[in-house]
């Protein structure tokens, strides 16, 4: 089964809107952290937010806020305000602390283009 | 300054031909890895590493060699590379992995981009 599911494999957003790029995961570990990663054309990975499962609020970093439902199992990335440059591939990812060897499992990742 | 490094950035090669590429990471951290993405984007694990130790070692084919002189350093070596090699190659790093905590968030090199002709 997917442990981490990003059902949007594309889409398209007008310029200066908000955009939500979904992301829901699998585990039955308590602890757990989810991160979010851009990968814009150039090719490069760049973190954007985390979020653990104890956190009590959602995270936040600048432009991009995390809607964190723990019940549902998903930890929507937001992104405020979308300009040009946040076209890119955006990645979902999870560690679990059972997990002796933390690795980090991967979603399939969410193409964003934004629109002028 | 930059993070994590690899070199090449793209590399070109025969099938048959043995290549390596090096990854140094100067942020301290005591893990290290090597990803590999595929043309739809998937995002593979390759190999880990924790203070050189081998920690993650998926299934890759034996002719993929990742050696560790030290933390700083995590390089790969591909024997006869064959036309399904061809990827973009992602070296990573982390402060801790195994007994590390969740919240240990792993920093990426800008890729190499290996094409085999």
């Known amino acids: 089964a997917q442990k981490i599911t990003q059902t949007q494999p594309g889409m398209f957003v007008q310029e200066k809107e908000a955009v939500t790029l979904d992301c829901t995961y699998d585990?039955?570990?308590?602890?757990?952290?989810l991160f979010w990663y851009k990968q814009p054309s150039s090719g490069e990975m760049i973190f954007l937010i985390y979020?653990?499962?104890?956190d009590q609020q959602n995270a936040t970093e600048g432009r991009y806020s995390l809607n964190f439902q723990k019940a549902r199992k998903s930890a929507n990335l937001v992104i405020s305000a979308s300009q040009l440059g946040d076209s890119a591939m955006y990645f979902c990812?999870?560690?679990?602390?059972?997990?002796?060897?933390?690795?980090?499992?991967w979603g399939a990742g969410t193409k964003l283009i934004i629109k002028p | 300054d930059t993070a994590v490094s690899q070199t090449p950035k793209y590399l070109v090669t025969q099938m048959g031909n043995d290549k390596s590429i090096k990854c140094e990471q100067n942020l301290g951290h005591d893990t290290m890895y090597w990803y590999k993405q595929d043309s739809k984007k998937f995002l593979k694990i390759m190999f880990s590493?924790?203070?050189?130790?081998?920690?993650i070692n998926e299934t890759v084919p034996n002719r993929f060699s990742p050696k560790s002189p030290d933390k700083a350093h995590l390089n790969l070596h591909i024997n006869s590379l064959e036309l399904g090699d061809s990827a973009v190659y992602f070296c990573?790093?982390?402060?801790?992995?195994?007994?590390?905590?969740?919240?240990?968030?792993?920093?990426f090199g800008p890729g190499t981009r290996l094409t085999v002709l």
């Open positions: 990573a790093s982390s402060r801790r992995g195994m007994g590390g905590r969740t919240t240990d968030t792993q920093y």
């Open positions: 979020q653990g499962s104890y």
């Open positions: 585990t039955s570990d308590p602890s757990y952290g």
């Open positions: 990812a999870m560690r679990e602390a059972l997990d002796s060897n933390y690795q980090l499992i």
């Open positions: 590493y924790n203070n050189k130790e081998l920690i």
